[in-house]
């Protein structure tokens, strides 16, 4: 396994290392690492209640992606097997509309081509392919009509707003109809920056079948992942509004045809087999937060872009000592950070989504988990 700590397996040590000393990046987001833009587009009212986002990393990024669900919606997944030719993303596309919603991942390939972007097959500078992977969740008919779902116009317009700003989060984009089981879902992003000085981020999409908050006290089920102070003056519920909130038969139906989508970034440099791993990490931070998850209605997919603006230090340190390292120990303990912001993020999109006509939001159910307690 390589060289040992001082006190311990290093490939141990530089997991630990990450829990005690991890802190959230300047805007606490996928825009943490640098060079990456998130745009949305949505619409609602008038029958529609739908949207799209958009992820573009910096040229040159590896991505992978891991699927779980059994019921997904997406396109360009196979093409990052790690057994494939490319290697590198030009945008990841979450969206609304179920499979009619990979419509405007077109929208964002036709914005990416007129710039020159993508794989290269020709001799001319505008003789490329842009890799556009995407996955839809089913938002049809949650609140707007059946027919009204994202297409080419979504697409480019989210490509078009893409920034590094900070993000607006819950029912925005592709989280604008989303449903996190019985409560309103949304968009949620947090970010973590490590002892090395890397960062990992996740953006998520939350329209999952499962419960974010126990049934019977109202408590989130990732709130004790959050980093301290996160989301100040978040707690548990009340007994009362918890004993409001229940339902009368004390089981929550679920509700068939729902996903969970989630892009994590690092600006480490990574292998697209590295990056893979990365991704499957990320759906441990989803069961954390989501009960049950993956299921065969589910379309459960997460995403991994690795910009490799940092190579993976080749020492730690810790007490003011120079350790070595290993290359598996720093990638567990990637994978490790990659969970935790996922998790993280699912609970910033439902404590920021807004309630529908259709869906009650976790703060209209739940009013006195945010009041401070003495």
């Not at 339902?247 to 292998?271: H, I």
């Not at 589910?298 to 120079?322: H, K, N, S």
Request: net charge neutral; glycine share 14%; charged share 20%.
């Amino acid at each position: 396994m390589g060289s040992s700590h001082a006190a311990g397996n290093g490939y141990r040590d530089d997991v630990d290392e990450i829990a005690t000393r991890a802190a959230p990046g300047r805007h606490n987001d996928l825009t943490d690492v640098t060079g990456v833009l998130v745009g949305h587009h949505d619409r609602r009212g008038r029958g529609w209640l739908t949207g799209t986002t958009v992820v573009l990393p910096p040229r040159h990024t590896t991505g992978a992606v891991d699927v779980r669900g059994g019921g997904p919606s997406s396109c360009e997944t196979d093409a990052l097997a790690p057994t494939t030719l490319v290697s590198t993303v030009d945008a990841i596309v979450l969206s609304g509309g179920s499979s009619y919603g990979l419509s405007a991942a077109s929208g964002v390939r036709l914005w990416l081509g007129e710039r020159n972007i993508g794989f290269p097959v020709g001799d001319r500078p505008s003789e490329v392919v842009p890799i556009v992977p995407a996955a839809c969740l089913f938002d049809l008919g949650a609140g707007g009509s059946f027919t009204n779902r994202p297409d080419e116009s979504f697409g480019r317009a989210a490509a078009e707003a893409a920034s590094n700003r900070r993000i607006r989060q819950g029912s925005v984009g592709a989280g604008t109809g989303a449903r996190a089981g019985s409560l309103k879902g949304g968009v949620g992003s947090a970010s973590v920056v490590l002892p090395s000085g890397l960062t990992v981020a996740a953006l998520v999409a939350v329209n999952s079948g499962g419960e974010v908050a126990d049934p019977g006290s109202g408590e989130l089920y990732g709130i004790r992942h959050l980093l301290d102070g996160e989301i100040p003056g978040l707690s548990r519920p009340t007994p009362g509004d918890a004993r409001r909130a229940r339902p009368a038969s004390g089981r929550v139906p679920l509700r068939p045809r729902n996903t969970l989508l989630a892009v994590v970034a690092t600006d480490a440099a990574l292998a697209k087999h590295e990056c893979t791993r990365l991704a499957a990490a990320a759906h441990d931070g989803m069961a954390r937060a989501v009960v049950p998850i993956h299921t065969m209605t589910d379309g459960d997919i997460a995403f991994c872009l690795a910009t490799g603006q940092r190579e993976l230090p080749a020492t730690a340190t810790e007490g003011g000592l120079r350790l070595e390292s290993t290359r598996p120990g720093q990638l567990s303990a990637l994978s490790g950070a990659a969970a935790d912001v996922v998790t993280r993020a699912i609970v910033h999109a439902v404590v920021a989504a807004r309630p529908t006509a259709s869906a009650a939001s976790y703060r209209e159910r739940y009013p006195s988990a945010f009041t401070p307690r003495g």
